[in-house]
């Protein structure tokens, strides 16, 4: 296991993360995963064993019981707090008021004290702010933030599903007020959609903002389970919840090539796509989740997978995106000022 910095931090997180959405199973969140107490302390075990010191959890997974669970799994294993780094979001509907729901300075306070009563701690590691609030200003936003850091209940903030501009607009507004910046960004990033490439990746490269990719499989779309000839698999949450989209045609083609170099390497489809991942640039923890021990055990495999320049090419191209306006004038302009 690999252990990259958060941005300028200067703390050091491993280079997969455990994700919990699977945990708990509660109201929507049941097509995603339903792990009772037991076996979800195991997989929290099993990754700790193997080198994870980094676990991403969210108070609207399974409405709060996600939190709970692995709460309990860090006291029951008696993890010592700081060998380990735990994330968690705010934004998501948390009850039926009006106001409990967003981004607002009163949302977030209520969110965090529920969330650090819910996991049992005493602080948050990284907070991300879970997505888009079209109703609640980023000055609103980020002085609420600030607020929770400045209280001591949240160390560094986080910030997912937002574009490049707007996550640059929430930082401006920071550093204008001498507040805290988000140094890390949560985004859907997998080999079956690099879409994030075209102007979040180049952004985090430029601020130095560390990238945690969600979903890396696709939603279980890349497992193996999946291919022309098997449009359902029986036993994979994309049977019942087809989420995130996925260009279906163009990933049967990834999966082809991935196919090919896994037969070659004797490895699963899935070790192959995490192993892709894990060498692009700017990602520095992606975010793993599972239902069984199996599976944890084969997604943390890949790290030991080293893919050769060759291989990478390969699904390099068979993954590329297609050139879209103004990259492909930003490309041709480049064109002679560059060293070759």
């Known amino acids: 296991m690999h252990y990259n910095t958060i941005g300028n931090t200067g703390v050091l997180v491993s280079e997969l993360c455990l994700g919990t959405m699977t945990f708990g199973g509660k109201g929507f969140w049941t097509s995603i995963g339903k792990l009772p107490q ?45 060998d380990i780094f735990i994330a968690t979001k705010v934004r998501g509907q948390m009850g039926q008021g009006v106001n409990q729901v967003g981004l607002s300075r009163l949302h977030i306070q209520y969110s965090v004290n529920d969330s650090l009563r819910r996991l ?4 948050i590691d990284l907070l991300y702010i879970h997505g888009l609030d079209p109703v609640t200003s980023l000055e609103e936003t980020m ?6 850091v400045q209280s001591g209940k949240v160390r560094y903030l ?5 574009p490049a501009w707007m996550v640059i607009k ?7 007020m001498g507040w805290n910046k988000f140094v890390a960004l949560q985004n859907y ?28 499989l696709a939603g279980g779309f890349l497992s193996g389970k999946f291919s ?8 994979s949450r994309r049977d019942e919840f087809d989420f995130p989209p996925v260009n279906k045609e163009k990933a049967y083609d990834i999966i082809d090539v991935m196919q090919e170099i896994s037969s070659s390497h004797n490895v699963s489809v899935a070790r192959v796509a995490l192993a892709w991942l894990l060498r692009k640039k700017g990602v520095t923890s992606i975010i793993i989740g599972a239902k069984k021990e199996e599976q944890l055990r084969e997604n943390i495999a890949s790290t030991s997978l080293l893919l050769t320049a060759d291989e990478m090419s390969r699904l ?20 002679g000022r560059l060293p070759k």
């Open 120 to 123: 049992g701690l005493d602080h």
């Open 228 to 235: 022309r000839k098997t449009l359902k698999a029986g036993n």
């Open 316 to 335: 390099d191209s068979i993954s590329e995106l297609s050139k879209e306006y103004p990259g492909w004038m930003v490309e041709r302009q480049a064109d």
């Open 189 to 216: 990033y997998t080999i079956a959609g690099r879409d994030i490439e075209r102007e979040i990746v180049p952004m985090a490269l430029s601020e130095n903002l560390s990238i945690m990719p969600w979903s890396p």
């Open 158 to 162: 986080g910030i997912s599903n937002h």
């Open 38 to 82: 037991e076996e979800a302390t195991n997989l929290v075990k099993i990754a700790i064993e193997n080198g994870i010191n980094f676990i991403d959890t969210a108070n609207v997974y399974s409405e709060g019981l996600s939190e709970i669970i692995l709460g309990k799994a860090l006291k029951d294993l008696g993890v010592n707090r700081q």
């Open 170 to 176: 929430a930082n401006a507004v920071a550093a204008s």
């Open 143 to 148: 002085r609420g933030l600030e607020e929770v």
